[in-house]
T-cell receptor
Framework: AQSVTQPDIHITVSEGASLELRCNYS??????LFWYVQSPGQGLQLLLK??????LVQGIKGFEAEFKRSQSSFNLRKPSVHWSDAAEYFCAVVTRGTGTASKLTFGTGTRLQVTL | KAGVTQTPRYLIKTRGQQVTLSCSPI?????VSWYQQTPGQGLQFLFE???????NKGNFPGRFSGRQFSNSRSEMNVSTLELGDSALYLC?????????FGQGTRLTVV
């Protein structure tokens, strides 16, 4: 079965420091991969997505992610973290059902804390 | 354009009651999915509707049901509420493969 693993439950970084959040997936075919961010009590906002092509994808809020097929990874990065980036981050993969049915399978999330 | 709208935002119900949550997708989006988010189980897929038909279903008991109307608005219903149903229920509308989420309905069962 398809799955997504986010090995880090909680990460703390200082404002201005670089950030990398890890994501590994298990999926038989070429995956559609996503990173979402969730602020407390809010819904999920899409940061970026990978479908095909260039393996380095740019997203909103200065985030980027790199798809590495050989490592089954899709790690999220940001060169300089801002205090407003504190939130929970979810990696997800689209898994196919029958026909065009599909669903998102999420990792367990990584909570990012930013210290000033 | 307007985003995904979920109503109500907060809800408190008693065990054994039933509840209906509503989701209005982005205009033009015909696919609506529902997810349950809890601290213990994380984000779990409930079901997906497209053109008024359920076409994908997660591993939840039959107490969880849904429907979609001709204008793509969707409702989910939970009957005979249990304490463990307390969660944030998120709706997502989809065009192609990209899903857009609402702010969710926080359901508390007491």
């Amino acid at each position: 079965a398809q799955s997504v693993t986010q090995p880090d439950i909680h990460i703390t970084v200082s404002e201005g420091a670089s950030l990398e959040l890890r994501c590994n997936y298990s999926y038989g075919a070429t995956p559609y991969l996503f990173w979402y961010v969730q602020s407390p009590g809010q819904g999920l906002q899409l940061l970026l997505k990978y479908f095909s092509g260039d393996t380095l994808v740019q997203g909103i809020k200065g985030f980027e992610a790199e798809f590495k097929r050989s490592q089954s990874s899709f790690n999220l990065r940001k060169p300089s973290v801002h205090w407003s980036d504190a939130a929970e981050y979810f990696c997800a993969v689209v898994t196919r059902g029958t026909g065009t049915a599909s669903k998102l399978t999420f990792g367990t999330g990584t909570r990012l804390q930013v210290t000033l | 354009k307007a985003g995904v709208t979920q109503t109500p935002r907060y809800l408190i119900k008693t065990r054994g009651q039933q509840v209906t949550l509503s989701c209005s997708p982005i205009s033009g989006h015909r696919s609506v999915s529902w997810y349950q988010q809890t601290p213990g189980q994380g984000l779990q897929f409930l079901f997906e509707y497209f053109s008024e038909t359920q076409r994908n279903k997660g591993n939840f008991p039959g107490r969880f049901s849904g429907r979609q109307f001709s204008n793509s608005r969707s409702e989910m219903n939970v009957s005979t509420l249990e304490l463990g149903d307390s969660a944030l229920y998120l709706c997502a509308s989809r065009l192609g493969t990209e899903a857009f989420f609402g702010q969710g309905t926080r359901l508390t069962v007491v």
